[in-house]
């Protein structure tokens, strides 16, 4: 990369207070830019095919789709993009989940500022950065199967937003299918979890990161 170039980079998060936040700090550098911003993964699969930015820092757990599905078809249009996730959480399942996605770095929200562009610095050197607050072992064992990767990228779409309380036909439109296809991923799902109403659909969700309820 031309070290005189700036690194662009687009920021994606349902927060607007959070956002702002972080433009203010990344701006202070002259060697970053802010391409654009999103509320979800939906507009930042969209913003990332118009603008192909560096690196998008993007919130993990988010309404409509979240941003390890995000970051898969991101980074199926530009595998190149460097994507590094921003979460609350910092247990083994949820780092493993956006490195398996393809991420290259994953920081705590309520962790160090500053660590950020320290974040941004590496994963540009394609390095993989992990928060210094997260055991760093997690990042040794991303072959361990997780149930995730028992459904589609298809079937996880549909499972988030059955959750969210969107209908099939409320699915199929967003997703551009047809309804009985919606339900055919949805009894598959179920099947593939062994979870056959929506409560507990609800709750393997907001336990695995896929909701924000």
Excluded: W
Excluded at 51 to 77: C, F, H, R, W
């Amino acid at each position: 990369m031309n070290p005189s170039r700036k690194i662009t980079i687009i920021l994606v998060d349902d927060h607007q207070m959070l956002r702002d936040g972080l433009r203010n700090l990344i701006e202070q550098k002259a060697n970053l830019q802010i391409l654009g911003e999103a509320s979800n993964g939906r507009e930042a699969i969209k913003l990332c095919a118009k603008l192909n930015p560096d690196v998008v820092i993007t919130d993990v757990s988010m309404p409509n789709l979240n941003g390890i599905e995000s970051a898969k078809q991101i980074l199926k249009g530009n595998p190149e993009i460097k994507i590094i996730g921003l979460s609350m959480h910092a247990n083994r399942k949820f780092v493993q989940a956006m490195f398996q996605a393809g991420g290259y770095g994953y920081l705590l929200k309520d962790g160090d500022v500053s660590e950020l562009i320290t974040a941004i610095t590496t994963v540009m050197q394609n390095r993989k950065y992990l928060s210094k607050n997260i055991n760093q072992d997690y990042l040794h064992s991303l072959n361990e199967e997780e149930d995730l990767n028992k459904i589609s990228s298809r079937e996880t779409e549909v499972l988030q937003l059955l959750t969210e309380g969107k209908s099939s036909k409320e699915i199929a439109e967003l997703l551009f299918l047809s309804p009985k296809t919606v339900d055919v991923h949805r009894n598959n799902l179920m099947k593939k979890l062994e979870l056959y109403t929506i409560p507990e659909l609800t709750k393997y969700a907001i336990r695995e990161g896929l909701t924000t309820l």
